[in-house]
Structures are given as C-alpha cells and as structure tokens.
C-alpha cells in the first residue's frame, strides 16, 4: 500500500470516520505538538473552534466528487467502517487525504452489532451506533467530511455542495 505521506512535513494527522461515540484521543489532545499523534473526529471539531482548516473550494468539491464515488463503490460492496486519512501539511500549505481501512463488510455480526447498539442496552447517550449499514455509513461519512473543512472562496464560479444522500 502507498504511503501517503511520504516525503511530506506532516503536522498533524486525523483519522475521521463521521461518527461521534468514541471518537476523541485524549493523549492526542494533551500533546498537540506529538505530530506522529493520531487525532479522531472529536479532536477535529474542537480544533475546528479555534483554528479551522481552510480550504478552498474548487479544491474542496473535487474532493467531494472523489469520496462520493469512493463512498458509493465502497456501499456497493457492502463495505463499512472507513476512515479518511488526513495529514496537514503546512510546508505545502496542502492536505493530503486517502480512505483507508476499508476492508470490513456488513456481515451478519455487525448486522448484530448494530441492533444492539441501538437498542441503548450498552448505552451510547442516544448517539448513532458505530456500525451501521453500508448505505447509513456512506450518507454519514459524507455528511461530517463535508462539515469537517471551512470553504474559502476561491474566485472561480461557485459548485454547488454534493448531496450526501447522492449515489
């Protein structure tokens, strides 16, 4: 597998799958200069609050387009529990982005899984079960990695947003 930061000056790297239970790293948080430090989607949205990642937004939608075509191949097969891998790159003033992790089908285990995490009998404080469909993981993946990153206007004609629910 190619190593995506490879020859990079990575500052920071994310791990995002979209999702809000158990989506926050502690020690990440504690040590914002450890730059080999994993950050999840919580440590995003916080971080968000006081320095957002700017990207503009010719950049952003080809983006966009990429990961829905990804996401929908992936749903296709069946495939959930993904993640994208983003590295900021502040020499370059660039992020460098793949979806990793995609490996794990809906089988009837998590099909299980998913049952009982939303049943509230292991709790979860009325948030959406980790696992779910692949068609409920594409549509919820989509939806954070859109709201994840500020769009800059770029001068060109503005795109509209990707709908999240788009196959």
Same mark, same amino acid.
């Given at each position: 597998m190619e190593?995506?930061?490879?020859? @990079?000056?990575?500052? @920071?790297?994310?791990?995002? +799958? #979209? &999702?809000?239970? &158990?989506r926050f790293n502690a020690d990440a948080a504690a040590n914002p200069q450890d730059v080999g430090a994993v950050h999840l989607d919580d440590n995003l949205r @916080? %971080? =968000?609050?006081?320095?957002?990642?700017? /990207?503009?937004?010719?950049?952003? @939608? %080809?983006?966009?387009? %990429?990961?829905? &075509?990804?996401?929908s191949f992936l749903a296709g097969l069946g495939v959930m529990d993904y993640s994208l891998l983003v590295g900021v790159d502040k020499?370059? =003033?660039?992020? /460098?982005? %793949?979806?990793?992790?995609?490996?794990?089908?809906?089988?009837?285990?998590?099909?299980?899984?998913?049952? /009982? +995490? &939303?049943? #509230?009998?292991? #709790? #979860?404080?009325?948030?959406?079960?980790t696992i779910v469909s692949p068609k409920q993981y594409m549509r919820r993946f989509r939806t954070a990695i859109s709201s994840y990153f500020t769009v800059v206007p770029d001068g060109h004609e503005v795109e509209a947003a990707m709908d999240a629910d788009a196959a």
């Open positions: 190593n995506i930061f490879y020859d @990079r000056q990575i500052t @920071r790297i994310y791990d995002l +799958k #979209g &999702s809000e239970r &158990s @916080r %971080a =968000n609050l006081q320095q957002p990642i700017l /990207v503009d937004e010719g950049m952003l @939608r %080809a983006m966009e387009r %990429a990961l829905w &075509s990804d996401t020499e370059h =003033n660039q992020l /460098v982005v %793949a979806i990793i992790d995609f490996i794990r089908t809906y089988t009837w285990d998590k099909q299980l899984e998913t049952w /009982v +995490k &939303s049943s #509230g009998i292991l #709790g #979860g404080n009325g948030k959406e079960p």
